[in-house]
């Protein structure tokens, strides 16, 4: 027989092969145990009969190792599947008493603490980061009255006007269901069937073709409840009220050549910009902004604010900031807390309350609904992550993974065990309880039962076309360019045709550009439900207009290679973390660059797998000789290349040029020397470039 035997601390010897602490020795944490408890002697070799025998069933601690591991995952979200969170708080700047009684809103400076995730929609759990897509911003309030939920996402209106169609929109654009491809993309047959067959979903559609599809990070996006929901405050009045999250960096958006490399890059682009950022100290922040409305100005405008393909410009209605979210802690483990985490629109707490959105109605039943097959029992808000900072007190019981053990015999109500000296258990409270909002409110609440939409979502038109004139010629020019990219993808003939005849309703301009880029005949116009009016274009809608020009929260690509001047580099790099952001330096060798002056340094990343698309501006600094070795690396021409064609702004001393000029990097707006002039120029894009390095539709 032979002896059973563990590595030992030099990993020599004996049947595993992992050094483990020797036998019989006591790990700082503790004894390993099962989950009942049991300390296990060994967690290396499963018990068999003899050491080449069979493995004996009765083995308990391998059985319920493995039986634990074989129920590890749980079904992703049938939408928002892959999504990256973490937690902050809220804290009002403006009290809002007036107008909403709303504990979170009534005290200045007072802090609510919130879990938030961000997720794309299309994608399994496992997509990548950067396709171009929606994204979701789901923000869970802990406040003293309950969990508020705010489920929005970063586009400001939807796809679709009613309830009745997500299921369709949803089946359209995941991956096909006979070939299971493409995986979190929108640039196939199915998805531009139906949406050229709905023609209220052509404002979401340039959006989704715009540059917010593809955010740089998801601290540089905009976040939006989208419904029109309301605030009532302690008199019973009702304001109506749309949400905004505006980020502190500003907006901004990656294009999408990048975004494509950006899916070989870095599959967690987004997922490790907001770790890295929070795990940083640079915490991401948002304020909190509302359009506050009435009966009155509601009735005024010329489309339904019930309609979620809608929103209200800002310069109609401004917004009012009120206070702002900062994300300051990582979650502690992914699963625990950013996939079981479950948001539901219909968490509102006492001083919000919901509209007759028809999107929003669906909603409310949907997301409760998706929580019992997600995680598996209707106990799910007993989760840490879910459960509410209040306290909770009811009569219902039970249920699978019933985790709370209530006393007594008062699980129902009313009773009368009080009279008898037991624990009646809680009652309602119609002062402090949460009270619907009753009043009917111009729109017909008793009426015939009809399925039909109201007279104005007929309008599929006119905000698209406000969307289009608001944009830059940059902007439009890539809103054309992916309506182009995506319809080209698409086998079904009859398709591009009809989105095309869809596009002349939003303008001629842009269905004239689509149907070029695709070379396909101007097809005839398909007639609207309702003729489009036109209304003022909106600066507020553009990311180029809003752009700020900060380095603040960038990361900034430094090339070096052997040689390099070490003087140089320590002030960039000194430069670049004293505005703000992160230096990320990157060489031939991971582990060792030999600088001029003959010190050697590590390098955070390897010239192959930094390309520079991971950056937001580069620097290259090189001597004669690291410069003629890079000029023989293909990666190191296309990370110049790429940094330039991504319209970003590139630095190098005069060594580096050679490697400049063969990557095609001419001189121009935000081609620098590498002096104080970098950090100024590393604060934007060069939309101007654009038109010498690609062809746009
Ligand atoms: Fe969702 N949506 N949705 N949605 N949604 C879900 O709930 C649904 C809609 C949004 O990070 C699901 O827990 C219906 C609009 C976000 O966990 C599901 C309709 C908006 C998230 C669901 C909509 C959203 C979801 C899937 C039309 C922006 C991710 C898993 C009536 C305002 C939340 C889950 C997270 C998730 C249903 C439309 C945002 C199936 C039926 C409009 C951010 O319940």
Known sequence: MVEKTF?????????????????????????????????????????????????????FVLREKIFHFDHERIPERIVHARGSAAHGYFELTQDLSGITKADLFQRKGEKTPVFVRFSTVAGGAGSVDTPRDVRGFAVKFYTKQGNWDLVGNNIPVFFIQDAMKFPDLVHAVKMESDRAYPQAGSAHDTFWDWASLMPETTHMLTWAMSDRAIPRSLRTMEGFGIHTYRLVNEAGKSTFVKFHWKPKLGIQSVIWDEALKLQAADNDFHRRDLYEAIASGSFPEWELGLQLFDEEFANSLPYDVLDATKLIPEEVLPVKIVGRLVLDRNPDNFFAETEQVAYCPANIVPGIDFTNDPLLQGRLFSYLDTQKSRLGTANFHQIPINAPKCPVMNFQR?????????????????????????????????????????????????GDKLRVRAELFADHYSQARLFWKSQTPSEQAHIASSFVFELSKVALEQVPPRMVGNLLNVDEDLAKRVADGLGIDMPKKNPPARDAIDMDASAALSIQKNMKETIEGRKIGILIADGSDAKILKGLITDIKEA??????????????????GQVIKADGQLAGSPSQIFDAVAILLSGDGCKMLLKQGAAIQWAMDAFGHLKAVASNPDAQPLLDKAGVEPGDGVVPLDASFLRAAAKRYWDREPNVRMLA
Do not use: W
């Open 580 to 597: 703000g952001a992160t230096p990320f330096v990157v060489a031939p060798k991971v582990g060792k660059v030999v600088l001029s002056d």
């Open 7 to 59: 590595d030992n601390e030099l990993g020599a010897g004996g049947e595993t092969h992992q050094r483990v602490p020797e036998k019989g020795s006591h790990s700082a944490e503790g004894h390993l145990t099962t989950n009942q408890g049991i300390r296990v002697s060994d967690n290396q070799n499963s018990l068999k009969s003899g050491s080449r025998g069979p493995t004996l069933l009765e083995d």
């Open 398 to 446: 039970d249920g699978q993974m019933q985790m709370n053990v209530p006393k007594g015999r008062a699980n129902y109500e009313p009773n009368s065990l009080s009279a008898h000296g037991e624990d009646g258990g809680p009652r309602e409270c119609p002062v402090t309880g949460f009270h619907t909002f009753e009043k009917s409110s111009g729109v017909e609440e008793q």
